[in-house]
């Protein structure tokens, strides 16, 4: 079975800040891919990043970078110095690539002004 | 380009009631998806399918069935509504790509539905 962990249900950050979403994840699979979401106030999804068990590497985008380890079976997702625009709820998501996705709890991190 | 599109935006029920929410999708994604979102709980599998004439049951099907006789269409029936069918429907969709599937899946605006 597999299993999404994001242990932090909410951060309060103040603008220009950095925070650090944890996500730990179980799975049986070698092959499995993990996700990041992003649902602003206005209710959608936004899809952020999308990276396969096989592929280690960091990632930096813009504002944003995740730090894959598969060691202790974390997929951690930074927001360098965070606007107010960032606040949100943040889902950390793990498929086997099968198409079904298994979410976390979801993170709602707000960055006050 | 639509995308994904889920009919009612907002529904109100009252216990006992039946309802369709609809999700509809132009892109041509074999793969189509219901999930709930709960407070606290994130998002939980309902119904899925890989294609026309084939759907499967998630984490959470009791109470809901699914049909899927078009590509593009993937309707939930409520049979009976209770209270615990309070919550924020997803209709979400995924391109099938033998070889390289990544599962990343293309979301619906919700469908919110409270039931009294």
């Known amino acids: 079975a597999q299993k999404v962990t994001q242990a932090q249900t909410e951060i309060s950050v103040v603008e220009k800040e950095d925070v650090t979403l944890d996500c730990v994840y179980e799975t049986r699979d070698t092959t499995y891919y993990l996700f990041w979401y992003k649902q602003p106030p206005s209710g959608e999804l936004v899809f952020l990043i999308r990276r396969n068990s096989f592929d280690e590497q960091n990632e930096i985008s813009g504002r944003y970078s995740w730090n894959f380890q598969k060691s202790t079976s974390s997929f951690n997702f930074t927001i360098t110095a965070s606007q107010v625009v960032d606040s949100a709820v943040y889902f950390c998501?793990?498929?086997?690539?099968?198409?079904?996705?298994?979410f976390g709890a979801g993170t709602t991190v707000t960055v006050r002004a | 380009n639509a995308g994904v599109t889920q009919t009612p935006k907002f529904q109100v029920l009252k216990t006992g009631q039946s309802m369709t929410l609809q999700c509809a999708q132009d892109?041509?994604?074999?793969?189509m998806s219901w999930y709930r979102q709960d407070p606290g709980m994130g998002l939980r599998l309902i119904h899925y399918s890989v294609g026309a004439g084939i759907t499967d049951q998630g984490e959470v099907p009791n109470g809901y069935n699914v049909s899927r006789s078009t590509t593009e269409d993937f309707p939930l029936r409520l049979l009976s509504a209770a209270p615990s069918q309070t919550s924020v429907y997803f209709c979400?969709?995924?391109?099938?790509?033998?070889?390289?599937?990544?599962?990343?899946?293309?979301f619906g605006e919700g469908s919110r539905l409270t039931v009294l």
């Open positions: 998501a793990l498929s086997d690539g099968a198409y079904k996705l298994s």
């Open positions: 892109m041509n994604h074999e793969y």
């Open positions: 979400a969709s995924s391109p099938l790509r033998s070889g390289d599937n990544t599962g990343e899946l293309f």
